[in-house]
């Protein structure tokens, strides 16, 4: 009896797959899945980069390429810098924070008050650094708790620590600017290490800091955790709301490292310090292709974005083009990278409707 008369040999030819060569789909879903990985966000983001340096190049031949100019941008990056890495964890597990800003305001006049620098007459000027980073760590602890265990919405809890944290900065500086007596303080944070100003490096620790944080400690797989689905971090064992309390208290910390660098850049305190940084913070990481519902974010891209936007400032201030341009650029950025994450953050065989 031959094999086309056994039924089992008919039904076992006919669930067999059949053999075929790879699809040209599966190659062009396989390069899908590289560019819209990291490696592929961050090579746009130094693609854009890139563009944005030849622009300046051309436009500005004389000043935009000089070394001086180089640094300029960096320096002018370095405090928002600071501030987007620690904006960047709450970003990752789907959080948000308003007040770094303020915070960072109300920590800068805190640390400049006159019992803090007759203080620092009678021993060191670093009272005032550990001033500075107490009151961001504690603003942040206090949103952390807010949010956590009072289940307060991250947008109005932050929102209304930014509102506090501004009046309450006005209160204690009495609506004046705190001129910093400190001389050493002053000198210190305006020296240069081997050509490189003392802002650069402090965003450069910072920023090599949380990349560890975030890719090498457990730490930073539960923030991701977190970020992607919440209930189930929860399920396998990690305690979300003490996890929250120290997203936010990072986020209030890095708001104090900020404060100290802006008062050795500018050698004073005042409630005005970092209004709408909070904003442009947030605008930094997004376009450095951390996701605003969470689970997906890097410090590289985010450290890309800061540079980005700085780039993007300078050539306009060397071009002598107004700021209201520039604010225009900077939100079709922002509208542009927000379509590319609804674009490339859909699974591979999602199809759109």
């Not at 807010?146 to 620590?161: C, E, P, R, S």
């Not at 002053?186 to 920023?207: A, K, R, Y």
């Not at 990690?238 to 910390?253: D, E, P």
């Not at 209201?324 to 542009?336: D, E, M, R, T």
């Amino acid at each position: 009896m031959s094999d086309s008369t056994n039924p089992g040999a008919v039904i076992d030819a006919q669930s067999a797959p059949p053999t075929q060569p790879p699809s040209e789909n599966t190659g062009r879903s396989g390069i899908r899945r590289i560019f819209s990985g990291s490696f592929g966000r961050n090579l746009g983001l130094i693609v854009a980069l890139l563009l944005i340096v030849a622009v300046g190049a051309i436009t500005a031949a004389d000043t935009f390429m000089s070394l001086n100019n180089m640094l300029v941008i960096l320096r002018q990056a370095s405090i928002i810098g600071v501030i987007s890495i620690g904006m960047t964890f709450v970003i990752i597990s789907g959080g948000i924070d308003l007040s770094v800003g303020a915070v960072m305001g109300l920590a800068s006049v805190v640390a400049t008050i006159d019992v803090m620098q007759n203080a620092v007459d009678q021993s060191h000027w670093v009272i005032m650094v550990v001033v500075a980073l107490a009151v961001g760590l504690a603003a942040g602890i206090v949103n952390g708790v807010v949010i956590a265990y009072g289940k307060v919405v991250a947008f109005m809890a932050t929102l209304a620590m930014l509102v506090a944290a501004r009046g309450l900065a006005e209160i204690i500086a009495e609506k004046r600017t705190l001129v910093i007596r400190e001389r050493g303080f002053i000198t210190f944070f305006n020296e240069d290490f081997l050509g490189i100003d003392v802002l650069i490096w402090i965003f450069i620790l910072v920023s090599v800091a949380g990349w560890i944080l975030l890719n090498r400690t457990t730490f930073g797989r539960r923030t991701v955790a977190i970020g992607g689905n919440r209930e189930a971090a929860r399920l396998a064992g990690i305690n979300v709301k003490r996890h929250t309390v120290w997203l936010y208290a990072l986020a209030g910390l890095t708001a104090g490292i900020a404060a100290v660098m802006i008062l050795g850049r500018t050698t004073a305190g005042t409630s005005t310090h970092g209004q709408l940084y909070e904003l442009d913070a947030i605008a930094a990481v997004v376009v450095g292709g951390t996701l605003l519902v969470g689970g997906r974010g890097t410090i590289t891209g985010t450290v890309l974005g800061v540079l980005v936007f700085a780039t993007l400032s300078n050539v306009f201030i060397q071009n002598n083009l107004s700021s209201s341009v520039q604010a225009v650029a900077k939100g079709v950025i922002i509208v542009i990278a927000v379509l590319l994450q609804q674009r490339f953050a859909k699974p591979a065989g999602a199809r759109s409707t």
